[in-house]
C-alpha cells in the first residue's frame, strides 16, 4: 500500500493461498513508495507474457521490449514494475536453480533503470501449462511454487511473485476438467491447481479489497475479463472476480494472456456512468495473435510493447508503448476518479 501526501494506492494482485512465504498471499497489498517529494504522483511499468529463452529472446522481441523498458524507465523512473504472468515458458521453472531465472529474467531486465520491486503474478506457463508427465506427484519438476521461493528475490531486481486464480477461457473449464480438447495434467503438478481452492482464494481477495482504504485501487491478474485477443472474454473472471471490481471501486485491471496491447472500458452493469479498465499488457515478447472482437475496446495494438502508469490523485494516466512507437506513447488514456465512462 502506497500512502503519499494523504492519498492512498493499492495495487491488489489476485493470487494464490499455497504455501506462500510471508511476503506473499492472496490480494495482498503491494507495498510501496513513491519517488516524488513534490507533487503527488506515482509511477510504474506492466508488462506480460514475456519469459522466453536463450535466442528466443532476441526472435520474439523480449529483449527489445526489455531495452525500450528501459529508455522509458531512465527518463521516468518507475517505482515498480508489474508482471502480469507467463513469467517462464513454456512450463514455468524446475528448480529455484533453473537457469531460466537468470537467462531469462535477471539478465534481460539488467538495465540500472529496472532494478525497483517487480511485482508478478503467475500465468498458465508458470503453472507448467502442458509440461509433459505432470501427472504423477512425485514425476514433476516443473512446479509453480519454485517461483515463490524467495531466494529468487537475491537473483536479480528484487522479485515479489505471487501466484494467481485460475480462470477458464471461452472454450469452457479449460483448466480444471477434461475437455478433450487440452492435455490438463500439468494441474496436478506440485502447487499446481488441484491443490488450491479458488473460492478461498476469492474471499481472501474480497477481505483485502474490503478493509482498504485506498482511494485508487487497480488489480493484476493474468486472465482477462473481456479481451479482443485471440483468447477472448474469460467467462469465470466475469462471473466471479469481476463483481468484486464493481462492489470495491476497482478502477483497472491490469492482465496479460492475450499477446497484445489493449485498453477497454467495461461499463456498470446497473447503467450508471461507472467503468472500470482491463489494461491488457500481455506483449512482452512474442505476438501475432488475431484480434477477434471490439468489445469494449479503447486501443488494441497486435505487436510488442508494454504499459505505463502514471497516478496522481484524481486521475490515472496509461500510456502504452509499442516498438514502432519507441520512447514516445503510441497511445495514451487518462482516467478519472472515480471511473466513468
Ligand atoms: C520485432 O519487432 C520488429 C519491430 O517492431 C518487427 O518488425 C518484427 O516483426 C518483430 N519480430 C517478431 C518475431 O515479432
Ligand atoms: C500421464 O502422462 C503420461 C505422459 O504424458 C501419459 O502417457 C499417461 O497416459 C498419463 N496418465 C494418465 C492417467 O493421465
Ligand atoms: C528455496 O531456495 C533455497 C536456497 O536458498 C533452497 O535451499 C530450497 O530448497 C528452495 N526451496 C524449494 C521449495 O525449492
Ligand atoms: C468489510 O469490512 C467491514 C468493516 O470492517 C466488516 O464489518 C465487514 O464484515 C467486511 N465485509 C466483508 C465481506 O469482508
Ligand atoms: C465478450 O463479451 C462482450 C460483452 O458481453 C461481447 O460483446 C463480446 O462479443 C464478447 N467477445 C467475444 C470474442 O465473444
Same mark, same amino acid.
Given at each position: ?6 492519498? *492512498?494506492?493499492? !495495487? ?29 504522483? !506515482? ?12 535466442? =528466443? ?18 527518463? =521516468? ?36 533503470? *529496472? ?24 514425476? +514433476? ?5 519454485? =517461483? ?40 496436478? +503438478? ?14 481472501? *481477495? ?32 466475469? =462471473? ?11 478502477? #483497472? ?12 472500458? !467495461? ?5 450508471? #456512468? ?5 489494461? !491488457? ?34 486521475? *490515472? ?15 495514451? #488514456? ?8
Amino acid at each position: 500500500m502506497l500512502v503519499a501526501g494523504g492519498v *492512498l494506492i493499492v !495495487v491488489v494482485l489476485i493470487v494464490a493461498a499455497v504455501v506462500l512465504a510471508s511476503e506473499t498471499g492472496v490480494g495482498k497489498p503491494v507495498n510501496a513508495r513513491t519517488l516524488d517529494s513534490g507533487p503527488y504522483s !506515482v509511477r510504474f511499468l506492466a508488462v506480460g507474457d514475456w519469459g522466453r529463452g536463450p535466442g =528466443q529472446k532476441e526472435h520474439d522481441n523480449q529483449t527489445a521490449v526489455a531495452q525500450l523498458m528501459d529508455r522509458v524507465a531512465a527518463a =521516468q523512473p518507475v517505482e515498480f514494475i508489474v508482471s502480469t504472468g507467463d513469467n517462464f515458458y513454456p512450463n514455468g521453472l524446475t528448480s529455484y536453480k533453473d537457469p531460466a531465472f537468470t537467462d531469462t529474467f535477471t539478465k534481460t531486465y539488467s538495465a540500472k533503470s *529496472l532494478q525497483v520491486p517487480w511485482h508478478a503474478v503467475l500465468g498458465n506457463h508458470d503453472y507448467c501449462d502442458s509440461a509433459p508427465g505432470c501427472n504423477t506427484t512425485d514425476g +514433476c519438476p516443473n512446479s509453480p511454487l519454485h =517461483q515463490l521461493n524467495i531466494s529468487l528475490a537475491n537473483l536479480g531486481p528484487p522479485l515479489a511473485l505471487r501466484t494467481l486464480v485460475h480462470s477458464q477461457d471461452r472454450r469452457g473449464q479449460r483448466y480444471y476438467k477434461n475437455s478433450g480438447e487440452d492435455d490438463i495434467s500439468w494441474r496436478l +503438478c506440485p502447487g499446481g491447481l488441484m491443490e488450491q481452492s479458488w473460492q478461498a482464494q476469492l474471499l481472501e *481477495l474480497e477481505r483485502h479489497l474490503n478493509a482498504s482504504t485506498a482511494e485508487w485501487k487497480l488489480a493484476v491478474g493474468h486472465h482477462p475479463s473481456y479481451s479482443n485477443g485471440e483468447h477472448g472474454n474469460n467467462t469465470d473472471i466475469i =462471473q466471479q472476480v469481476e463483481p468484486l471490481f464493481w462492489r470495491y471501486n476497482v478502477a #483497472a485491471y491490469f492482465v496479460g494472456h492475450d499477446h497484445n496491447l489493449e485498453l477497454l472500458s !467495461v461499463p456498470a452493469p446497473d447503467g450508471s #456512468a461507472r467503468s472500470y479498465a482491463v489494461v !491488457v499488457t500481455g506483449a512482452g515478447s512474442k505476438t501475432d495473435r488475431p484480434q477477434v472482437g471490439t468489445a469494449f475496446s479503447k486501443y488494441y495494438h497486435p505487436d510488442q510493447g508494454f504499459v505505463g502508469a502514471t497516478i496522481t490523485q484524481d486521475t *490515472l494516466r496509461l500510456d502504452y508503448f509499442t516498438l514502432q512507437g519507441g520512447e514516445k506513447a503510441a497511445f495514451s #488514456a487518462t482516467i478519472q476518479w472515480p471511473a466513468t465512462n
